[in-house]
């Protein structure tokens, strides 16, 4: 699709990278991407030499790094600290709307794509510019996708139900898109109250441990696949909505506050900004998941007490803490794609620093301008009033 060229290479594997990120685990993506790569990188190796092949060894698993974390942006399940901010926005203001995953994604879909693009060029155009000369035989493509024979019973099954899962999430709640409001179908059936993102999640996986499965086991999931399941990430998550319930509760989020209301001279651009950039770079050495959950109820008074929606910096943090794109500790994939050995610190930080800067200006400039557009960040919600 995207010919033999290695620019072409480099920009198919980010697409792909940043596709799949939107919908399943950075981390299962990198490893699902990385021998691949490797695959590609090994047959130019063999053709033109290492020393020529290596910035496009380089570039290519760099970016395949960094489009699955900017993937993630798109959607809510892309990232944890995506749906982080959902539950913690609840546990707070329990008066405030859903956040909606169609209205998510207009605004992280447009974040996504923009920083795709900028990253794109900074990897094949600035930093690392690769060999135009080199080329993979297209005939070596063909014959691997062919190996790969017809889609299954199984895969096409999954397939039907992974795309089911994708429309009932984006069309559950009313989509405002400017001239016309799409309704929501939650909306047509009795207790709409009771559905949320994750009755269609429970729902549609419940329904694959009922499809016949052609092959040895009887059907598409049983219960092994609970052995599978990552229970350490999900009891850090639950222990992170802990930590928020006991910030808000005992006062405390809301006294650290009161302490930075000295800030509210200043401009909600500029306050902004500052949040997307400490948050960014915090996040080069600590857990995304952990520092959002741990700063989201702080940030949410301090914007009280400043008379901002808590939704600017709750939803700037949380982008932000995806703009780590430096250090090989940043984010899984980055950790994934340095343990191949094929990349040196220095090379991540070259193209990481600014891409990090880059994406704290564009979260700032998006969250302000779309993000009143979207959410309605621009007046002071009186949901926040009973905080």
Not at 137 to 159: A, M, N, Q, V, W
Not at 211 to 235: A, H, M, Q, R, Y
Not at 257 to 277: C, D, N, P
Not at 301 to 321: C, D
């Amino acid at each position: 699709m995207f010919g033999g060229s290695p620019v072409s290479i480099i920009i198919g594997f980010m697409i792909a990278s940043a596709s799949l990120s939107m919908w399943i685990s950075n981390t299962a993506t990198t490893i699902m991407m990385l021998p691949i790569a490797l695959a590609i990188i090994f047959k130019m190796e063999n053709e033109f030499g290492v020393e020529r092949v290596h910035n496009f060894s380089v570039t290519l698993l760099i970016g395949i790094a960094y489009s699955c974390t900017i993937g993630g942006l798109g959607t809510l399940v892309g990232t944890v600290p995506n749906l982080a901010l959902v539950e913690i926005l609840k546990i707070l203001f329990p008066e405030a709307p859903e956040i909606g995953f169609g209205q998510w994604m207009m605004l992280g879909i447009p974040i996504s794509v923009l920083m795709l693009i900028i990253s794109a060029f900074l990897l094949t155009k600035i930093y690392f510019k690769v060999d135009k000369a080199l080329k993979i035989d297209r005939e070596f493509i063909r014959e691997e996708y062919e190996k790969l024979g017809p889609l299954s019973f199984e895969e096409k099954t999954i397939s039907i139900v992974f795309a089911l899962t994708a429309f009932l999430w984006i069309f559950r709640n009313d989509l405002n898109l400017g001239l016309i409001t799409i309704p929501g179908w939650s909306n047509l059936l009795p207790y709409s109250a009771f559905i949320n993102d994750g009755t269609v999640a429970i729902t549609m996986a419940f329904i694959l441990f009922l499809i016949p499965s052609k092959k040895g086991n009887f059907f598409l999931l049983d219960n092994s696949v609970f052995l599978k399941i990552p229970w350490g990430i999900i009891l850090l998550f639950g222990g992170g909505f802990a930590l928020a319930k006991g910030f808000s509760s005992t006062g405390l989020s809301m006294f650290i506050g009161e302490q930075l209301t000295g800030m509210e001279s200043l401009s909600h651009i500029f306050i902004i900004f500052v949040t997307a950039v400490i948050i960014s770079f915090l996040t080069e050495l600590t857990s995304n998941t952990a520092t959002t959950q741990m700063i989201l109820p702080i940030l949410a008074s301090v914007a009280i007490a400043m008379g901002m929606n808590p939704l600017l910096l709750m939803l700037t943090a949380t982008l932000s803490a995806s703009m780590a794109f430096m250090l090989p500790v940043a984010t899984p994939p980055n950790t994934i794609i340095f343990a191949s050995s094929r990349i040196k610190v220095t090379e991540m930080v070259k193209a990481g620093f600014a891409l990090n800067i880059l994406g704290v200006i564009i979260v700032t400039l998006l969250v302000y301008f779309v993000g009143e557009l979207v959410f309605d960040l621009g007046t002071f919600p009186g949901w926040a009033m009973t905080k």
